[in-house]
């Protein structure tokens, strides 16, 4: 049993900022990579950044020089700082984490419930 609980969305206009959190919690031996991502209705979800165990992180080129994560391995959290938002940022962001549990023999991904950030113009 693993959960990810997320918090930080909510209504912003276009230049501001956001920082989303997600902290994993249950039978954890080992968090590996961690991600958030993105989607709005009709649109495929998109992934928006990753961060490896140690730390190594990619973007989406449309966020690069905006967006930053972030991942404290002793909290397990993961966060994303987002500034200059624009309206083009506006879905609905999901914290994901691949998990090695005590109840299994390999990894498996984690989801978390989604939280809404919009950016108005």
């Known amino acids: 049993q693993v959960q990810l609980v997320e918090s930080g969305g909510g209504l912003v206009q276009a230049g501001g900022s956001l920082r989303l959190s997600c902290t994993a919690s249950?039978?954890?031996?080992?968090?590996?990579?961690m991600s958030w991502h993105r989607q709005n209705p009709g649109k495929q979800r998109e992934l928006v950044a990753t961060i490896s165990r140690r730390g190594v992180a990619n973007y989406l080129d449309s966020v690069k020089g905006r967006f930053t994560i972030s991942r404290d391995n002793a909290k397990n959290t993961v966060a994303l700082q987002m500034n200059s938002l624009k309206p083009e940022d506006t879905a609905v962001y999901y914290c994901?984490?691949?998990?090695?549990?005590?109840?299994?023999?390999?990894?498996?991904?984690?989801w978390g419930q989604g939280t809404q950030v919009t950016v108005s113009s």
């Open positions: 994901n984490a691949n998990v090695l549990t005590s109840r299994s023999v390999i990894p498996n991904d984690a």
């Open positions: 249950g039978s954890i031996l080992s968090l590996n990579a």
